[in-house]
């Protein structure tokens, strides 16, 4: 009887899931359990998909993802912090052919980065926003975000955060879907299969968007967790998001195809 | 023959931005240089050339956008007043440390703080010692006229894309704001798309089929690899300094006495040297049109030549003195003379300070 | 040759516009200018002040503190340029509104009644032209026919039909400046 080795495994027919080529074989620096890889990997897919690898420039911001640039095997530019989306508005107005993302956590987007999202999403420039926002600033250790919800604790929070003195979080989703420059806002998550399915569908959408061409800006929210930063194992931190996270930013399309949806 | 108008040194630094070519130009208004802005909107350069204009919605934004724009190898400019650029400095550290080129021109005004919007050269320190963070220098160079305001315009984007750094044109709110009469240039082609392929083979404007990725980055976690890039910058400073260096020397043949002044200052001691000379005061100009590299050589000749005193005249309280000392190294005396915050000195101011300080001190 | 001139008045008077009529003429012949207008704070109150120099050789310093001509428009004017005036140099002045006349020996003093010539001729606008008329009287230091080719540059190709306007204004100036001393 001969022994069954690895090599006779590895073939063709046994495929059930490929790795796009799109996601460098660089280890990801993410934390086990931490959505950020499944948002890289959907947006290489997607990219993948449309036939633009070759015509792609994606801007990786400062926070977590920092370092996307070594995992999303595009063209890359490391913006500085918060200022991806006045980075890419320049690489898109130069290249209006190609196709121009920018990938940004919550401090980078809704914190320093406010005036840059709010004008990229007013002027309407046809990029696409992909925004992850668990809550917490996990790259510098778990300092309390523009989008920390009220009572939840941070370091910079260490009793919850107090509204009356810290502010309330930061439903920027909601705010630049107001903006007529927004084409098409949604918000997802990437911690069940049926919701990575969504969010895919969702970023394909955005990007499609941009290559029709589409009046405005394409701006994905991807909900996610940060073990990590919340002090949870990770399946726990999944509970945790739907149990408080969700109901606070719920889960969704905001606006689709220049029109706000109906509550 | 080419083309005679009368400017204003704003308006000459946008038409030459057209004429090079420029692929972008991404600003915010402040004053005393608005009018390259407005002059450019006015233009329409989509028309002339394909030029894109879009005012950000601040200098954080522009300059941001001339990181992206110049990433892509495309030429890309802004310019801004003293408070802008300050708020410039952290993407200009950044690109520094990508190696993107672009150019930036600071036409200065009073400060420290909002300080006022009369012409002022106190951000020498900021421009020639780096100004944002981290170990880095710009080139700079110092018009002191319309017509350079026009002319630097493409040496400027020369240096950048020979060296990929970011390039500062630093002149004032007294040569931004003043009309003379200019040769404009010939219009450049902008480059196409094929030709910036073939030229920056490191611009991210989308992966060539078949080749690497390419990835513009300033971050090097690891201290080994970001002391590697820092060599290599360093090693790109030095050959700037070794090849590019620009001054002009007037009247220096028989001079005794040498004022340095740059920009509005080397104009306004054109005078003092005329009024000084009417005199029998033997006094030249040394005119360093690149603040950074510094002519250190020309000064050291004149100190060989047994130059009796140098005297440093500048809109601002004794910033570039201070590289005349590191050059002169106390061979002979060295003093400085300014006016600060927005006050313009007279022929005759300099002239006094001339005689107290160099030639009577 | 180098004349170092500066114009002061009210904004409004077209003081500005002037001097940048005139850089244009030395252009036109050939010769070095600067216009170096005060701008920002300085102008606020009303008054704008414009520094023009026009010369054979490279231009110094575009700011200066004595001038060989001043053309003065207003009393705020008189008081800050009057005494900035190079010994021997050259005051024009309209007299309108000025109740301060200026009393220097040592320079020569013109007045220019370019208002009231103005509204005669209808238009107030071409004061200004009527004022460097004025002055060109005293000192033709740019033929007429070049301040026309000045005036055909300076002016988008839609006013050029008040150019002939212009023309009459200036030698309307020629012909109404007065010694004063």
Known sequence: MSEITIQDIIKPENLVYEKTKLMTDNALSYCPGCGHGTAHRLIMEVIEELGQENDTIGVAPVGCSVLAYEFMNVDMQEAAHGRAPAVATAIKRLWPGKVVYTYQGDGDLAAIGTAETIHACNRGENIVIIFINNGIYGMTGGQMAPTTLPGMKTSTSPYGRDVQSMGNPLKITELVSALPGTYYVTRQSVHTPAAVRKAKRAIKKAFQNQLDCKPGLSFVEIVSNCNSGWKMEPVQSNIWMEENMFPFYELGDIKVDGSLLAK | MAELRLMKGNEALAEAAIRTGVDGYFGYPITPQSEVIEYLMAEKPFERTGMIVLQAESEVASINMLYGGGGTGKKVMTSSSSPGISLMQEGLSYMAGAEIPCVVANIVRGGPGLGDIQPAQSDYFQAVKGGGHGDYHLPVLAPASVQEMSDFVPVAFDLAFKYRTPVLIISDGLIGQMMEKVELFEQMPRLTDEEINERYPWATNGKPAGEERRILTSLYLDPHKLEKNNFKLQEKYRNIEADEVNYELIDCDDAEYIIVAYGSSSRISQKTIKLARAEGIKVGLLRPITLWPFPKNPIDDLVKKGVKGFLSVEMSAGQMVEDVRLTVRERTKVEHFGRYGGVIHSPEEVLEALKTKIVGG | ?181
């Open chain 3, 1 to 181: 040759m180098t004349e170092e001139i500066i114009i002061a008045g009210f904004g409004g008077q077209g003081v500005l516009s002037m001097g940048k009529i005139l850089a244009y003429s030395g252009i036109m012949q050939d010769q070095e200018v600067s216009w170096f207008p005060a701008y920002g704070p300085e102008m606020r109150g009303g008054t704008a002040n414009v520094t023009v120099i026009i010369s054979d050789e490279r231009i110094s310093s575009p700011t200066l503190t004595a001038y060989d001509t001043a053309i003065i428009l207003n009393q705020q004017s008189m008081d800050k340029f009057e005494n900035s005036v190079k010994p021997g140099g050259v005051l024009i002045y309209d007299p309108n509104g000025i109740s301060k006349h200026p009393t220097r020996q040592d320079i020569k003093i013109y007045k220019i009644e370019g208002a009231k010539v103005a509204t005669e001729m209808g238009n107030t606008k071409i004061f200004n032209m009527v004022v460097l008329g004025g002055y060109l009287s005293v000192k033709p230091i740019v033929k007429l026919e070049n301040v026309i080719r000045g005036l055909k540059k300076s002016l988008h190709e839609r006013y050029h039909k008040l150019i002939p306007l212009n023309e009459d204004a200036i030698t309307m100036g020629m012909k109404n400046v007065v010694e004063v001393n």
